[in-house]
C-alpha cells in the first residue's frame, strides 16, 4: 500500500510540473506553435485515406473532425491555469 501511495504522489508531483511549465513564458510559446500546428493540419488530416478506416477516424468523420481539432487547439492555446487563491478583480470603467 506504501508503494502505491508513492506512485500517486510522484504522478501528482509530475503533474505539477507540468503544469507549471505550461503556465510558463515557454510553456505558452509551446502552446502557440502546437495549436497553430493543429490549425493548419487539421483539414490534411481529416483526408489521410488510411485514417478513414480505422475507429478514431470514423469518430473523426462522424464528429465534423476539422472543426474539433481547431476548437482543441483553441483550447490548447487559450488554456490559463488557475491557482488556488488566485483571484480576479473585475474594477468598472469609469466614464
Known amino acids: 500500500m506504501e508503494q502505491l501511495q508513492d506512485i ?3 504522478v501528482e508531483a509530475s503533474v505539477e ?10 510553456g505558452r510559446k ?3 506553435t502546437v ?5 493548419v493540419s487539421a ?3 481529416s483526408r489521410i485515406p ?3 478506416s480505422t475507429p478514431a477516424g470514423r469518430l473523426l468523420q462522424f464528429t465534423g473532425g476539422t472543426a474539433f ?3 482543441l487547439a483553441e483550447a490548447i492555446r487559450d488554456w490559463e ?3 488556488p487563491g488566485h483571484e480576479v478583480i473585475d474594477v468598472p470603467r469609469v466614464s
Not at 510540473?17 to 515557454?26: E, G, N, Q, W
Not at 495549436?35 to 490549425?39: K, S, V, Y
Open 8 to 10: 500517486a504522489n510522484r
Open 17 to 26: 510540473d507540468i503544469l507549471t511549465f505550461l503556465d510558463s513564458p515557454t
Open 30 to 32: 509551446l502552446r502557440r
Open 35 to 39: 495549436a497553430a500546428g493543429l490549425i
Open 43 to 45: 483539414p490534411l488530416v
Open 50 to 52: 488510411g485514417l478513414r
Open 69 to 71: 481539432l481547431v476548437k
Open 81 to 83: 491555469r488557475s491557482q
